[in-house]
């Protein structure tokens, strides 16, 4: 449950606020806001930036939001005053204007039939959901201090063209990809991870030798496996239960048991054997000299050194109101990693 504040612009011109409950908890989920501002203020809008919150662990409490409308409505409180300089380390998607451009951005590649939903927006990505005809595709935007998500993808796809979706059109920090069948796997089932590990760990295989991304400065030993591309997020809720792996941005190059100790620490324990098994049959496949036991033993630790960096560099490039998001998170990892017996 969320208590919303909507600060509506208009061309960046404060013209009113309202107030409002959304069931959805989660802040960067913004799809449920611009319906309700939407459908009781007659206009089209787009959720710029959270303003501050109430909330904690990105969810709950009051939240305000920086809402853009494509003209000023009826209905808006008016008896506050509220300013919107520009901050440096400002998105283009949360400044005005920059949710629109993405969404005409892709409509030069597609012909949408229908009105342009906004998904999501914080301070790692915006998302939009577009019908077309009988299908939808989907917009998204990325800071430039992940991997650009578009090159990634490609990657990936010049070996296993099935494990990645379908791209429609890319640029640096903005990518159009069609929808990818199925649920998102937060809780995978047997048959999930039998089929996604093992394809991941070919493709990995497949895409080792010389950095093409870089790397987060975070050593494994190797125990005979080679460095490669590594999601850099391989939990389960970024699979599809189609196959997809998706959301490739936080992708850098290092040790593949990174991905394999990710996926651990999102799954339940007794789900831990299995994928165990199934990443470390799957090397063994490909590296039978190798230790993959062994190296995962000393990922369970370096994982959270990996994700202390990664907290930190989204907290040296965001603006201000939005750090909440990540404060505290690079302690946090930290003290896990403490924590991990090797």
């Given at each position: 449950?969320?208590?919303?504040?909507?600060?509506?612009?208009?061309?960046?011109?404060?013209?009113?606020?309202?107030?409002?409950?959304?069931?959805?908890?989660?802040?960067n989920?913004?799809?449920?806001?611009?319906?309700?501002?939407?459908?009781?203020?007659?206009?089209?809008?787009?959720?710029?930036?959270?303003?501050?919150?109430?909330?904690?662990?990105?969810?709950?409490?009051?939240?305000?939001?920086?809402?853009?409308?494509?003209?000023?409505?009826?209905?808006?409180?008016?008896?506050?005053h509220?300013?919107?300089?520009?901050?440096?380390?400002r998105?283009?998607?949360?400044?005005?204007?920059?949710?629109?451009?993405?969404?005409?951005?892709?409509?030069?590649?597609?012909?949408r039939?229908?009105?342009?939903?906004?998904?999501?927006?914080?301070?790692?990505s915006?998302?939009?959901?577009?019908?077309?005809?009988?299908?939808?595709?989907?917009?998204?935007?990325?800071?430039?201090?992940?991997?650009?998500?578009?090159?990634?993808?490609?990657?990936?796809?010049?070996?296993?063209?099935?494990?990645?979706?379908?791209?429609?059109?890319?640029?640096?920090?903005?990518?159009l990809?069609?929808?990818?069948?199925?649920?998102?796997?937060?809780?995978?089932?047997?048959?999930?991870?039998?089929?996604v590990?093992?394809?991941?760990?070919?493709?990995?295989?497949a895409?080792?030798?010389?950095?093409?991304?870089?790397?987060?400065?975070?050593?494994?030993?190797a125990?005979?496996?080679?460095?490669?591309?590594?999601?850099?997020?391989?939990?389960?809720?970024?699979?599809?239960?189609g196959?997809?792996?998706l959301?490739?941005?936080?992708?850098?190059?290092?040790?593949p048991?990174?991905?394999?100790?990710?996926?651990?620490?999102?799954?339940?324990?007794?789900?831990?054997?299995?994928i165990?098994?199934?990443?470390?049959?799957?090397?063994?496949?490909?590296?039978?000299?190798?230790?993959?036991?062994?190296?995962?033993?000393?990922?369970?630790?370096?994982?959270?050194?990996?994700?202390?960096?990664?907290?930190?560099?989204?907290?040296?490039?965001?603006?201000?109101?939005?750090?909440?998001?990540?404060?505290?998170?690079?302690?946090?990892?930290?003290?896990?990693?403490?924590?991990?017996v090797v």
């Amino acid at each position: 449950m969320r208590e919303v504040k909507a600060l509506v612009t208009v061309g960046g011109r404060y013209v009113g606020s309202t107030a409002f409950t959304v069931d959805s908890p989660w802040w960067n989920d913004v799809e449920p806001v611009t319906e309700h501002l939407d459908r009781a203020l007659g206009v089209t809008t787009a959720v710029l930036r959270l303003v501050s919150t109430t909330g904690e662990g990105g969810r709950d409490g009051e939240v305000v939001y920086q809402v853009e409308a494509d003209r000023v409505p009826a209905g808006l409180s008016t008896g506050e005053h509220h300013e919107f300089p520009d901050a440096p380390k400002r998105l283009p998607w949360a400044r005005p204007g920059g949710p629109a451009e993405l969404v005409a951005w892709a409509d030069r590649h597609v012909s949408r039939t229908g009105k342009a939903v906004q998904v999501k927006t914080w301070n790692l990505s915006c998302l939009y959901r577009l019908p077309v005809g009988r299908a939808v595709v989907w917009a998204k935007a990325t800071p430039p201090f992940m991997a650009d998500e578009g090159r990634v993808v490609g990657m990936v796809a010049e070996v296993d063209p099935t494990l990645v979706p379908e791209v429609l059109a890319a640029e640096p920090g903005r990518l159009l990809m069609a929808d990818a069948p199925g649920r998102d796997c937060w809780h995978p089932t047997e048959d999930e991870i039998t089929r996604v590990v093992p394809r991941w760990v070919a493709a990995q295989a497949a895409l080792a030798g010389p950095p093409r991304l870089r790397a987060h400065g975070v050593e494994v030993p190797a125990h005979g496996l080679p460095d490669t591309l590594l999601h850099g997020d391989f939990h389960p809720g970024n699979w599809r239960s189609g196959g997809v792996v998706l959301d490739w941005a936080d992708a850098h190059w290092g040790h593949p048991a990174l991905d394999a100790a990710r996926l651990l620490g999102f799954t339940a324990p007794e789900a831990h054997a299995l994928i165990e098994r199934v990443w470390t049959q799957a090397w063994l496949e490909h590296r039978p000299d190798s230790d993959p036991a062994g190296a995962l033993r000393h990922a369970r630790r370096a994982v959270h050194l990996v994700g202390a960096r990664i907290y930190q560099e989204f907290l040296d490039n965001i603006e201000d109101s939005e750090r909440v998001y990540h404060e505290g998170d690079p302690e946090a990892e930290l003290a896990r990693a403490q924590s991990v017996v090797v």
